[in-house]
């Protein structure tokens, strides 16, 4: 499985952008994906999660309201909308198959994408 995330760039604050995690791999729709960030000097953290069919859905606190995970299964690609973001939201996001979540967070990341840049200035 390969994942192949983009959509990053420059967006100053209260700004949007649109990242996407294309998939290869036939059973794209099996599978539960998410989305991490990882920021300079810090931990890579949990963004969002989407269950395979997409009725399921599960965000961090630090982007409820903000954010908004999507799929299209039929083109194997997950989404993350960003709106209204922030400087403490730059980071290098990356995508990720994942096994699946509890309210602890995401378990199981078997795959993992190269990352794509986002930028926010203040």
């Known amino acids: 499985v390969q994942l192949q995330a983009s959509g990053g760039g420059l967006v100053q604050a209260g700004g949007s952008l649109r990242l996407s995690c294309a998939a290869s791999g036939r059973t794209f729709s099996s599978y539960d994906m998410a989305w991490f960030r990882q920021a300079p000097g810090k931990e890579r953290e949990f963004v969002a999660a989407i269950s395979g069919s997409g009725y399921s859905i599960y965000y961090a606190d630090s982007v409820k309201g903000r954010f908004t995970i999507s799929r299209d299964n039929a083109k194997n690609t997950v989404y993350l909308q960003m709106n209204s973001l922030k400087p403490e939201d730059t980071a290098v996001y990356y995508c990720?198959?994942?096994?699946?979540?509890?309210?602890?967070?995401?378990?199981?990341?078997?795959?993992w994408g190269k990352g794509t840049q986002v930028t926010v200035s203040s």
């Open positions: 990720a198959r994942i096994t699946g979540w509890t309210p602890g967070g995401p378990y199981g990341m078997t795959y």
